[in-house]
């Protein structure tokens, strides 16, 4: 029965079954006792520094994000002077200004 309850628990772990939850199902009262049935071996260890550097390595590579190279532009580009006051035509050139910078027509 206990080879059983040791393999159980065993798989569960490799399985990625939470503790409390494995711990639960074994019927285990105690972490004590479930550390007991929770042999480690050397392959354990070895899967767990794969793991730690798999994670190391993905953390430090930059995620590369494609953006689509759409630019909308508003119709009418109207500044505000100071204190919120509106200015003649310095929108419509800055729009002018802003579209033949990027191509747009």
């Known amino acids: ?13 490799r399985a ?3 503790q409390a939850v494995a711990q639960s199902l074994s019927g285990h009262r105690t972490s004590s006792l479930f550390a007991r049935y929770n042999i480690t071996a050397a392959e354990d260890q ?12 993905a953390k430090l590579t930059p995620m590369v994000v494609t953006l689509p190279q759409v630019l909308t532009l ?3 580009v ?5 204190h919120g006051q509106k200015t003649d035509n ?7 200004q802003v579209r033949g910078k990027i191509g747009n027509a």
Do not use: N
């Open 78 to 82: 109207t500044p505000l002077g100071k």
């Open 46 to 57: 070895r899967e767990a520094l794969r793991k730690t550097a798999e994670y190391r390595q």
């Open 90 to 96: 310095h929108g419509q050139l800055a729009l002018e």
């Open 1 to 13: 029965m206990h080879d059983i309850r040791r393999s159980a628990v065993r798989d569960m772990t």
């Open 74 to 76: 508003p119709a009418v």
């Open 16 to 18: 990625g079954v939470q």
